[in-house]
């Protein structure tokens, strides 16, 4: 990787930490549009910081700099840059990198990025990015739309795709989700009632890099969840992948488990494309196939924070205390496969959608009748979104506490399968899971093996 620590044109050099002559007079004060302006020079910030190899933006985490690997995006619920690594899953904004890569405190990364020293005087230095950032699409809720997309499916048929999982016909009726049977009648009678504009407008109609139409919603993707408002009104979706298309979604995940981890003679760990291609090279037929990435889910384009109120609103919202009058206990979970899974359990549950998404103010006013336990999944992952997910709860007032006992790399969907696998159920999920996950039942922690020991 061939990285340049002056990667855009300079009209002149600054002293220190990028502080400029003035690092040593008063400091200015940040005031909250300071900060707003700061945040939106994310293509500065990557300039300054020395983070573009080849013409390729470099992670500030962990420094990869393959070509698509970082994205940087504009967020549509606040409008503010921001990027994200698909390697290490990190995100983050202008300030970040400037505090993380270049040392900066707070004040000198958000002076230094609307153009000025710590005493307020302007900088003599000026950057010129050499990327740019585009401006995100921004879906308009279109209620009507998706309340017809969602009745069009069929709710036995996606009744019958979560009971692999073992997840109650209950609860899949409760949460709203559906199984769109034929998706291209869905599509052209869309496009009758509704016409292409506002299918556009909406997100359920997007138009992909060879410039053609693309449906959120097709024979691969034809499983519907659903964002529901308190009155039971789709406001969002994201659509899950057929069987068939799991199995490629599956097979991605296991060829990537195979080739990760991998380190070069100097201690480096490598792509895992990378590190198949060098063996693949060598040996074709014991590294076997790429498995490429496929997606595990497709969500309307530009969903907002109108969209992502998350899931499982109408249940809670009819919820109500305790007979000795306590609040509800409502589990947090990541994704909705999970609220069924949690729901089926028989616990009480709202799911957000993924770990950088948080509850919109208006959904914490519902969450604050209860008592909130942040779940999230078993990972490192989720233990960042239970920090973030507390933090914002206790700004909303919302009463939390978190459960920091989840098993590792386990979801509320694995645990259920995990306690009809260890029933010795027949199931193909069953059989596939016990075989992956080899257990003692004299020592194992899940229910269904404590009970059998009691």
């Known amino acids: 990787m061939s990285t340049t620590n002056q990667p855009g044109r300079r009209t002149s050099a600054t002293t220190g930490n990028g502080r400029g002559e003035g690092a040593n007079r008063p400091t200015v004060r940040i005031t909250d549009e300071d900060k707003l302006a700061a945040k939106h020079q994310l293509a500065q ?25 970082v994205q940087l995006k504009t967020s549509a619920e606040s409008g503010i840059p921001y990027w994200k690594c698909h390697k290490c899953s990190e995100r983050g904004d202008a300030i970040g990198i400037l505090i993380d890569v270049k040392g900066y405190d707070f004040a000198d990364a958000v002076n230094v990025l609307v153009g000025r020293d710590s005493s307020g005087k302007a900088l003599r230095t000026v950057y010129r990015p050499e990327i740019e950032i585009a401006p995100s699409f921004s879906a308009v809720v279109d209620v009507e739309v998706y309340n017809f997309v969602r009745d069009a499916g069929s709710l036995e048929m996606a009744q019958r795709y979560y009971q692999r999982w073992h997840i109650s016909a209950e609860a899949v009726a409760e949460a709203g989700s559906r199984y769109i049977a034929d998706a291209v009648a869905l599509q052209t009678d869309l496009l009758k009632k509704f016409g292409r504009e506002r299918l556009l407008a909406c997100g359920v109609l997007t138009i992909d890099k060879n410039g053609k139409d693309f449906f959120l919603f097709n024979d691969d993707y034809p499983v519907i969840e659903v964002h529901a408002s308190p009155a ?14 799991m199995l490629k979604v599956k097979a991605h995940k296991e060829w990537k488990r195979r080739w990760s981890g991998i380190v070069d003679t100097d201690g480096n760990e490598i792509e895992p494309g990378d590190a198949w291609l060098a063996a693949y090279t060598q040996d074709a037929d014991s590294a076997g196939p790429k498995a490429p990435y496929v997606t595990p889910f497709l969500s ?6 109108d969209s992502l109120v998350g899931c499982g609103l109408p249940r809670l919202a009819q919820l ?32 957000i959608p993924g770990t950088g998404v948080m509850p919109p ?43 920091t006992d989840m098993r ?45 020991r009691n």
């Open 361 to 403: 103010p208006k959904v914490c006013k519902i969450l604050s009748r209860h008592q909130m336990v942040v779940t999230l999944d078993g990972d490192e992952a989720g233990a960042k979104g239970r920090t973030a997910v507390m933090g914002w709860f206790a700004s909303q007032g919302v009463s939390s506490v978190e459960k």
């Open 300 to 305: 309307l384009k530009g969903a907002g924070i």
């Open 232 to 245: 039971g009104h789709v406001v969002g979706m994201q659509f899950r992948p057929s069987p068939k298309r």
């Open 320 to 351: 109500t205390a305790s007979e000795d009058g306590r609040p509800a206990k409502v589990y947090v979970v990541e994704g909705f496969k999970d609220l069924l899974a949690a729901r089926t359990i028989g616990a009480e549950a709202y799911a």
């Open 45 to 69: 910030a990557f300039s300054i910081a020395g983070l573009i190899a080849d013409g390729n933006v470099v992670c500030p985490r962990c420094g990869t700099s393959k070509k698509g690997k």
């Open 408 to 452: 590792t790399g386990m979801d509320i969907a694995d645990i259920l399968v995990e306690r009809h696998a260890h029933t010795g159920c027949t199931c193909e999920t069953c059989v596939e899971w016990r075989a992956n996950h080899p257990f003692d039942p004299t020592t194992c922690v899940c229910s269904t093996c404590r009970a059998a």
